[in-house]
C-alpha cells in the first residue's frame, strides 16, 4: 500500500468564533485522487485552510511527508510541495496569463524546466496559449480557473489540493476542469479535491469522504459512495 502523504489525526479547526472542524481524521496517500464532499458549511474549506496553514488547528494534528505541520506556514509548506489552488481562483488580474504562470514557478531555479512547463500548460490548457498575453482579470471564470490549476502545476506539487474548482462554471468549463483533474491525477499526481459537485468528484475519485457539520460521517471507494443511498439521496439528488 503506497505511503500517506497527508494524514490528518483528530484536527480541530474553530473559525469565526465557531468549531467548524471538530475532530476528523483521513488520510491521502501518494499517487491517489481523495474527494472530500458535503454541503456549504459542512467545513470542508476550514479543512484546507488548516491543512496549508493558513488557520492553526486548535486539537489534533496533521503531518505530511511523515512529519507534523505544527508551527510551520503556508510558504514552507509550498516550498514542501503542498500546494492548493483556492476557491475563487486567486489569480493575479493584472499580469498576463504566461506571468501568472512564472509566479507558480518563483520557487524554481531550473529555467530550461520553468520553459518545458509553460509549454505542457499550454499543451494541458489550449485556451491559455490562445491568450498568453492577455491580462489574467479579462478572463472568464473558467479561463481562470484553467490559469489557477496551471500555476500551481508549475510549482511542481507533491500533494495538489483543489477547493471548490467547478463554483460557479458553466457546465462545460465544469467538464473540462474534471478532464484535467483527472489527467494530472492519471499522471501520477496526488490530489485532494473538495468539491460540492458530488457526483463528478466521486466518478474520478479513488476514494471518498462525506464532512457533515464538521464531522466526517463516511468513507468508501469513489464507486461505492456513488451506489450508496444515504449518499445518492443526501448528495446526488436521486
Known amino acids: 500500500m503506497a505511503s500517506s502523504l497527508l494524514k490528518v489525526t483528530g484536527l480541530q479547526v474553530a473559525y469565526g468564533g465557531i468549531q467548524a472542524v471538530k475532530g476528523i481524521d483521513f488520510e491521502v ?32 494534528d496533521i503531518e505530511y511527508l511523515g512529519q507534523s505541520t505544527r508551527g510551520k506556514g503556508s510558504w ?15 489569480v493575479f488580474t493584472r499580469m498576463t496569463i504566461t506571468e501568472n504562470l512564472m509566479m507558480g514557478a518563483y520557487l524554481r531555479k531550473d529555467k530550461a524546466g520553468i520553459a518545458e512547463d509553460i509549454e505542457r500548460m499550454f499543451v494541458t490548457f489550449p485556451r491559455l496559449r490562445e491568450r ?8 472568464s471564470g473558467g479561463e481562470q480557473q484553467m490559469l489557477a490549476m496551471g500555476r500551481a502545476l508549475m510549482s511542481q506539487p507533491k500533494v495538489l489540493l483543489l477547493d471548490e474548482p467547478s463554483m460557479g462554471l ?8 474534471f478532464e484535467v483533474v483527472q489527467q494530472v491525477s492519471s499522471q501520477g499526481m496526488t490530489v485532494l479535491l473538495v468539491e460540492q459537485n458530488a457526483k463528478l468528484a466521486l466518478q474520478i475519485a479513488d476514494r471518498g469522504y462525506v464532512m457533515e457539520s464538521g464531522l466526517i460521517t463516511m468513507t468508501g471507494s469513489g464507486q461505492s459512495m456513488l451506489d450508496d443511498p444515504k449518499v445518492r439521496a443526501a448528495y446526488l439528488g436521486e
Do not use: H
Not at 76 to 90: A, H, N
Not at 170 to 177: A, D, G
Open 29 to 60: 496517500r501518494e499517487g491517489e485522487l481523495v474527494t472530500l464532499i458535503g454541503s456549504n458549511g459542512a467545513g470542508k474549506t476550514t479543512t484546507m485552510k488548516a491543512l496549508t496553514g493558513m488557520l492553526a488547528a486548535q486539537g489534533g
Open 76 to 90: 514552507d509548506l509550498v516550498k514542501q510541495g503542498l500546494v492548493m489552488v483556492p476557491e475563487g481562483r486567486g
Open 132 to 139: 498568453k498575453d492577455q491580462l489574467a482579470g479579462t478572463m
Open 170 to 177: 458553466s457546465p462545460i468549463m465544469v467538464e473540462k476542469i
